[in-house]
């Protein structure tokens, strides 16, 4: 694996922020306490770092990400070669080794293969929550954070539920259905309000317990069920076990990251132990479910519908006829059932819920590639210093990750001995370990010298300099 890393603008990591929600036209108030640090407490500006042995960095962007994300890559001077479609694992192999980061959604695969011919890669960016499309293991392994954003689209997800409750209750899609046919069906026979009922939560994370805020706000009783005990929001009540909340529940819903444990979590065993005309909505993982097993509840009237967003095999891109029994043997049967919403995996897909992604990671990305930054990488220990200060000449950053042996630190401090540390962080995360180390006083020849011994230790996997 090439250590240098192309790039022509070095950026600031402090520009790798959010932008302020205050146009420049609109009033902003300073907090005295914000005045006097600037006033008393030397702010200074960050230096621009740039990788040493300085190039082009390239970024392959897939998927149709959003337009926040590729101009703020483009903006700091990064080579971006944007794609709207995902691209198959055979695709990938032949072009992934051009490319030092990668930014993908749901779709794309990132797979040992691949990572094999990611001669350059340095950085993916998933820009969605979940990362079970990438082998985060084998990225680890050679020195590749992984970021994704866990949190933006919790909103859209949440008004995508209640919206799905509703429509259940009132079976809004087969009476919108009929009048597309010109079918004039004025029932109330199997129509409900939502107040006084019961929704059942499974996962009270950040969707679950927005959900419950908003559900609440409709009359709905609330409960959940969660493997570790969390604090609830408003006068929502955590429940014992996943049976308890099954059979108290009128809307049951799931919010779980597919794991071993939580494929097929919910099948025939579970599917008995939910109340006659309850419904059930998954917008989390696909493989949650087991989907023929929900066809046999709907089908013998035990469930009132369902709401399903993912499946376990999903059509790579949009298009007619793409979801079908080829791709998921029951799918006929599962679009031939009553009172059913079935959606194209959309529970984040809004407009700002993508907005927010793509700034959200975009941000992680350039600041791990600027300023060797990894907060909240998920398969990576998480490291960052403060910035170097503009006027602080002469110094660069060592970003050493190695394997998680014993005396590797040793030998690392010896190479770096004879230079002024400044301030230096380590950490770990299972067989991962990463070092930042800041070092006042180096010439050019003294950081090609620190690169190379750096990276001909015996526990090295990846080690830049930036400068």
């Known amino acids: 694996m090439s250590s240098a890393i192309p790039i022509q603008n070095g950026v600031p990591r402090d520009s790798w922020s959010l932008p302020p929600m205050a146009s420049p036209s609109s009033p902003v108030t300073v907090s005295p306490l914000h005045s006097y640090i600037q006033s008393n407490m030397g702010a200074t500006r960050p230096k621009a770092l740039k990788p040493f042995a300085v190039g082009e960095i390239k970024l392959l962007i897939l998927e149709n990400i959003s337009q926040e994300a590729v101009g703020a890559f483009k903006k700091s001077g990064f080579q971006v070669d944007h794609y709207t479609k995902a691209w198959s694992e055979e695709e990938l192999v032949a072009k992934i080794g051009e490319y030092h980061g990668i930014g993908i959604r ?9 990572l094999q011919a990611a001669t350059k890669l340095l950085v993916i960016g998933c820009f969605c929550i979940g990362t079970n499309q990438v082998d985060l293991v084998a990225a680890g392994r050679r020195g590749i954070p992984v970021f994704n954003s866990p949190f933006s689209n919790s909103r859209s997800v949440a008004e995508l539920v209640m919206s799905e409750v509703i429509a259940l209750a009132r079976q809004l899609v087969d009476r919108a259905n009929e009048m597309r046919q010109g079918t004039w069906n004025k029932v109330s026979k199997g129509c409900w309000e939502i107040r006084g009922k019961t929704l059942g939560i499974v996962g009270y994370g950040h969707i679950g317990s927005q959900l419950s805020v908003l559900a609440e706000a409709f009359g709905l009783r609330v409960i959940y069920y969660d493997v570790i005990n969390i604090m609830p929001l408003g006068t929502a009540h955590q429940v014992e076990s996943l049976g308890e909340l099954l059979s108290e529940s009128d809307f049951v819903t799931l919010h779980v990251p597919e794991l071993p444990e939580t494929i097929n979590m919910i099948s025939v065993k579970e599917f008995a132990q939910m109340k006659t005309g309850s419904y059930l909505i998954n917008n989390s993982r696909g493989k949650v479910v087991d989907i023929p097993a929900l066809v046999q509840a709907v ?6 519908g369902c709401a399903i967003d993912v499946f376990p095999s999903e059509p790579g891109s949009n298009g007619a006829n793409t979801f079908n029994d080829q791709l998921n043997s029951w799918s006929t049967a599962l679009r031939a059932l009553p009172n059913i919403i079935l959606t194209p995996h959309i529970g984040g897909s809004t407009e700002e819920a993508q907005r927010m992604i793509g700034i959200e990671v975009s941000t992680a990305l350039g600041r791990y590639l600027l300023s060797g930054a990894t907060g909240g990488a998920v398969n990576f ?32 401090n010896e190479i770096l001995g004879n230079h002024n540390v400044e301030k230096q962080f380590s950490d770990s995360k299972g067989d991962i370990a990463y070092l930042l180390a800041d070092i006042s006083e180096v010439t050019p020849s003294e950081v ?10 015996k526990a090295n996997i990846v080690t830049r300099m930036l400068t």
């Open 106 to 114: 749901s779709k794309t695969k990132i797979t040992e293969r691949v």
């Open 299 to 304: 089908e013998s009237k035990h469930l009132a």
């Open 381 to 412: 220990p998480e490291v960052d210093l403060r910035h170097i200060s503009a006027d602080q000449e002469n110094y660069i950053r060592v970003c050493h990750i190695h394997k998680n042996e014993p005396g590797v630190l040793k030998a690392v």
């Open 448 to 457: 090609e010298d620190l690169q190379t011994r750096l990276s001909q230790t």
